[in-house]
């Protein structure tokens, strides 16, 4: 299975259609689920950063684009299910992307804890442990 880059998601997503033509031709084919593509999950938080960053996108719509990645057929990222609820506690929560993918982590690794010293991460779970 072949690797997808930060920068073919983000033309796919923000890009100019006549600009980038064998992107969009790409992403037919992954959304046909007639070719699949590994996504790691460095890119998959780069490109968050990037729409941030960079577009300054909105996190709304940042978990919109990325909850659609997600759902693309030909899409293939190992933790996913993880991802999905790192989005859904974000979405929700507001606050750190990271934050929210130590605490999915945390809750589908049947309850192994954070050490953390932001107390931010309170309101997203319990499973935080201040190691002072």
Not at 48 to 76: D, Q, T, W
Request: charged share 20%; hydrophobic share 40%.
């Amino acid at each position: 299975m072949n690797l997808i880059d930060t920068n073919v998601i983000l033309r796919y997503f923000v890009g100019d259609r006549s600009a980038h033509k064998g992107v969009f031709t790409l992403f037919s084919r992954l959304n046909a689920n007639e070719e699949k593509v590994e996504c790691t999950l460095l890119v998959f938080f780069q490109v968050i950063f990037v729409l941030k960053s960079f577009y300054n996108i909105s996190i709304n719509r940042i978990i919109e684009i990325m909850g659609a990645f997600i759902n693309i057929p030909g899409i293939f990222i190992k933790e996913k299910r993880i991802l999905k609820s790192t989005l859904t506690l974000w979405n929700n929560h507001g606050g750190d992307i990271i934050d929210a993918y130590l605490v999915s982590v945390s809750d589908h690794g049947q309850g192994r804890k954070i050490y953390s010293l932001d107390k931010g991460m309170n309101k997203m779970t319990q499973n935080r442990i201040n190691p002072n």
